[in-house]
């Protein structure tokens, strides 16, 4: 289902990226809401326990996307560079276990207080239910953090389900949680929209056989959205379907 580029513009003019499909799985993290500020407030808070330095937001912002645990072994291992450079900077299992419990309870702590809900994902949203399309939220973030943040911004009445980074097996972009999330919704993923921000789940979406298009305004661990391998890009979730 890859368009061209000049296919890509009609496509985005027209709202016609839901063409054809049946369901939409959306991500969450730099699709539906900017959490960097809660990641930023939950490390460092963690960092600080642990004695090491703040980590610059726009650091952090480049290890987001691939689940809590890539998250916190990326941020330990900056962490012990910044403390001991030229030294082995993988974190012992024992620091990482405690790392993970003290950032969980930090994140538990302010989960959505310093995350905003992008512009046109409201209207978006809306407007891709009254079409009856079927949405559901898949994420790498932990199922109960999703579940949680998505109900403090008043969204989770937009999506029937939510699937987190521990719901199956294995996380984006391993395809496999798009194919039982087809599977729950029943729907053939060659007819289930991904929508997302970053390489992860566009790599996902091709592996599963699913369409997939981009919002350009996430993350993308840096790197630009527009060379990813996709079907298309999006500068506003209103933009699927007008």
Known sequence: MRVTDAAATDSRRQGAWTQGVDAVM??????LVDTLG???AAVNRMLDELGYPAMPTAEIALRVGKGSEHLLHSVLRWAAAQARPGQDAVPDPALFAHAWARYQSHYEQINGQHARVYPGVREGL???QAAGLALVCLTNKPRAHARALLH???LDGYVREVFGGDSYERKKPDPLPLLKTCAWLGTPPAHTLMVGDSSNDAQA????GCPVVLVTYGYNHGA????VDADGTIDALTELLR
């Open 152 to 154: 403090v911004k008043a």
């Open 126 to 128: 809306a407007r891709l």
């Open 205 to 208: 979406a091709r592996a599963a």
């Open 38 to 40: 809660d990641f930023a």
């Open 26 to 31: 959306l991500d969450l993290d730099g699709t």
């Open 224 to 227: 630009p959205v527009r060379e």
